[in-house]
């Protein structure tokens, strides 16, 4: 038996402090002690395991120092996030190489740090954090080797912190921006830093050496499908097309795989930039700009130098992460577990989107046509097929709430009264066509998400839990403020479904610092679905 001390990260959320001493209870298999009297304040404890002092190290996600047999070591995951540490000034490649892997000590973070190694590459709303997910891979006592789901796996979080556990990572989701970057995400933990570096001096030199000129042809984007091209030039004027496509015939020219899809994922993150779209805004909307006031080459090459320091600085430190399991795929969150198979994911980690709250597809447009992702006609179809979205038709908006009219028994009772509550609001006022269609939005995002549920239920293993991170949101309704409770709402499905409901906790969201922080959020809840044995 064991006897550790381990120090908790000062600076965490009193919900992240929860998650901490469940973690370290999970792996010890014991009850941390606080060492000092204010119990509630404390972050230093111990406690008794027959678990190898490496093995908290290693594994912990809001502990920053694990002391045994007055042996002190920094965990590995404050090692990770101290190399954000480094990078943040713009230092050179060499003297990063010098300073880089830390000998057991390390620069500790005295701040929250989201975006240590792969996970900071791309803009992306609603992403998850990463320590938050570690930490529930520790609490649900899944083993090294075990697999940890997410059907709808968005910018790729749960897979990659799954794959720097050891463990095996399944991700699906519907938009084809999302399944490129989560597995470019995944791919760079394991690529070789040299060759990386070697490219991006490459392509760096290139675009340096490049004189700005107006191209008469433009290779790659003439490759592109007409209807993509006509799209697309309504929202970059000649010149910064010129730009982009002198920036992606460079990327092809790369040798090495792992830097073409690091560049191709700068590539998508600097189009809403420099395109005639209001930066901050979810939906596609234009304002025109001169010229001179949008340079994509310099914004590219600020961003992969941003970029590759941090990426760099995580292969120095912890060194290639091979032997990687994971299948990041397009499909649909409703057939999960037909997809993955009964009985067989040890772990689900996910955050559902909200109920009609975000656009979800139409953010990505200009990424999704300009890297060749999604041909623009067939974004409308795949958007009404995507759940949580807010586009619909008026013939598919009869055919959801005759839905929800003729078979309202399979959604909880208290959904009902909300939808039916919305519904009666606005009827009886004047509203908009978004209004008009939200009554029967909901009634197909609760549908979907009943049916999601359904497909986790088959997939987890008996015994095992699935975590739903979701926010709650309002609308308002014939001129009343109507509170959508979807957390609760979602515990009313997954017992009717047959899951053991455990106690949500409540999370009070960070000030979101990307482009879509007015339309964030401000607190979510973490649930917990465990299917009985």
Same mark, same amino acid.
């Given at each position: 038996?064991?006897?550790?001390?381990?120090?908790?990260?000062?600076?965490?959320?009193?919900?992240?402090?929860? &998650?901490?001493?469940?973690?370290?209870?999970?792996?010890?298999?014991?009850?941390?002690?606080?060492?000092?009297?204010?119990?509630?304040?404390?972050?230093?404890?111990?406690?008794?395991?027959?678990?190898?002092?490496?093995?908290?190290?290693? !594994?912990?996600?809001?502990?920053? /120092?694990?002391?045994?047999?007055?042996?002190?070591?920094?965990?590995?995951?404050?090692?990770?996030?101290? $190399?954000?540490?480094?990078?943040?000034? @713009?230092?050179?490649?060499?003297?990063?190489?010098?300073?880089?892997?830390?000998?057991?000590?390390?620069?500790?973070?005295?701040?929250?740090? &989201?975006?240590?190694?792969?996970?900071?590459?791309?803009?992306?709303?609603?992403?998850?954090?990463?320590?938050?997910?570690?930490?529930?891979?520790?609490?649900?006592?899944? *083993?090294? +080797?075990?697999?940890?789901?997410?059907?709808?796996?968005?910018?790729?979080?749960?897979?990659?912190?799954?794959?720097?556990?050891?463990?095996? @990572?399944?991700?699906?989701?519907?938009?084809?921006?999302?399944?490129?970057?989560?597995?470019?995400?995944?791919?760079?933990?394991?690529?070789?830093?040299?060759?990386?570096?070697?490219?991006?001096?490459? /392509?760096?030199?290139?675009?340096?050496?490049?004189?700005?000129?107006?191209?008469?042809?433009?290779?790659?984007?003439?490759?592109?499908?007409?209807?993509?091209?006509?799209?697309?030039?309504?929202?970059?004027?000649?010149?910064?097309?010129?730009?982009?496509?002198?920036?992606?015939?460079?990327?092809?020219?790369?040798?090495?795989?792992?830097? !073409?899809?690091?560049?191709?994922?700068?590539?998508?993150?600097?189009?809403?930039?420099?395109?005639?779209?209001?930066?901050?805004?979810?939906?596609?909307?234009?304002?025109?700009? %001169?010229?001179?006031?949008?340079?994509?080459?310099?914004?590219?090459?600020?961003?992969?130098?941003?970029?590759?320091?941090?990426?760099?600085?995580?292969?120095?430190?912890?060194?290639?992460?091979?032997?990687?399991?994971?299948?990041?795929?397009? +499909?649909?969150?409703?057939?999960?577990?037909? #997809?993955?198979?009964?009985?067989?994911? =040890?772990?689900? #980690? $996910?955050?559902?989107?909200?109920?009609?709250? %975000?656009?979800?597809?139409?953010?990505?447009?200009?990424?999704?046509?300009?890297?060749?992702?999604?041909? !623009?006609?067939?974004?409308?179809?795949? =958007? *009404?097929?995507?759940?949580?979205?807010?586009?619909?038709?008026?013939?598919?908006?009869?055919?959801?709430?005759?839905?929800?009219?003729?078979?309202?028994?399979?959604?909880?009772?208290?959904?009902?009264?909300? #939808?039916?509550?919305? =519904?009666?609001?606005?009827?009886?006022?004047?509203?908009?066509?978004?209004?008009?269609?939200?009554?029967?939005?909901?009634?197909?995002?609760?549908?979907?998400? !009943?049916?999601?549920?359904?497909?986790?239920?088959?997939? %987890?293993?008996?015994?095992?839990?699935?975590?739903?991170?979701? @926010?709650?949101?309002?609308?308002?309704?014939?001129?009343?403020?109507?509170?959508?409770?979807?957390?609760?709402?979602?515990?009313?499905?997954?017992?009717?479904?047959?899951?053991?409901?455990?106690?949500?906790?409540?999370?009070?969201?960070?000030?979101?610092?990307?482009?879509?922080?007015?339309?964030?959020?401000?607190?979510?809840?973490?649930?917990?679905?465990?299917?009985?044995?």
């Amino acid at each position: 038996m064991n006897l550790l001390k381990v120090r908790m990260k000062p600076y965490i959320q009193p919900f992240e402090r929860v &998650l901490a001493l469940r973690e370290l209870y999970a792996l010890a298999g014991d009850e941390p002690l606080a060492l000092r009297s204010e119990s509630e304040t404390s972050v230093d404890f111990e406690v008794r395991s027959l678990r190898p002092h490496d093995d908290f190290t290693r !594994r912990l996600a809001y502990w920053e /120092i694990v002391e045994c047999c007055q042996q002190i070591c920094v965990t590995e995951q404050s090692m990770r996030e101290a $190399t954000v540490n480094l990078v943040r000034n @713009g230092v050179a490649l060499d003297t990063l190489r010098q300073q880089l892997p830390f000998q057991n000590t390390a620069p500790l973070p005295n701040r929250r740090c &989201l975006r240590y190694g792969t996970h900071g590459l791309h803009e992306y709303r609603g992403r998850f954090f990463p320590q938050l997910v570690r930490a529930l891979i520790n609490i649900s006592g899944t *083993q090294h +080797g075990g697999v940890v789901a997410d059907p709808m796996s968005g910018s790729g979080t749960t897979v990659v912190e799954a794959v720097l556990a050891g463990n095996c @990572g399944r991700g699906l989701d519907m938009n084809p921006l999302s399944v490129f970057m989560g597995n470019a995400k995944v791919k760079l933990m394991s690529a070789n830093a040299d060759c990386l570096r070697q490219g991006y001096e490459q /392509i760096r030199d290139q675009l340096l050496g490049v004189e700005s000129r107006k191209q008469t042809s433009l290779p790659y984007f003439e490759n592109l499908p007409e209807v993509d091209q006509k799209y697309l030039s309504a929202w970059f004027s000649s010149g910064v097309l010129a730009g982009l496509d002198d920036i992606s015939r460079a990327i092809q020219e790369l040798d090495d795989e792992y830097t !073409r899809d690091f560049m191709r994922v700068a590539l998508s993150n600097i189009l809403r930039r420099v395109s005639w779209q209001k930066d901050d805004d979810l939906r596609v909307r234009k304002e025109i700009r %001169l010229d001179v006031e949008i340079d994509p080459k310099k914004e590219f090459l600020e961003e992969i130098g941003r970029s590759i320091r941090t990426v760099l600085a995580f292969l120095f430190q912890n060194g290639p992460v091979k032997n990687q399991h994971y299948v990041i795929a397009e +499909g649909d969150a409703r057939s999960c577990g037909e #997809i993955w198979g009964g009985n067989s994911v =040890d772990v689900v #980690i $996910t955050s559902p989107p909200y109920a009609t709250a %975000l656009p979800y597809l139409d953010t990505d447009r200009l990424s999704l046509c300009y890297l060749g992702l999604l041909p !623009r006609p067939e974004h409308r179809s795949r =958007d *009404q097929q995507m759940i949580g979205n807010r586009e619909v038709s008026e013939g598919l908006r009869k055919q959801h709430w005759e839905r929800f009219i003729s078979a309202p028994v399979t959604l909880s009772a208290r959904i009902q009264e909300l #939808i039916h509550r919305i =519904d009666i609001l606005n009827s009886g006022a004047n509203v908009g066509f978004r209004r008009r269609n939200l009554p029967a939005l909901l009634a197909k995002y609760f549908f979907d998400m !009943r049916d999601v549920l359904q497909g986790i239920f088959e997939a %987890l293993k008996p015994g095992h839990t699935a975590f739903v991170v979701v @926010g709650n949101n309002h609308t308002i309704a014939g001129g009343h403020r109507v509170d959508i409770q979807t957390a609760s709402l979602l515990k009313d499905i997954a017992e009717s479904i047959g899951f053991e409901v455990a106690e949500s906790l409540s999370m009070d969201m960070l000030v979101s610092r990307d482009i879509f922080k007015k339309n964030a959020m401000t607190s979510e809840e973490i649930l917990a679905f465990r299917k009985p044995v």
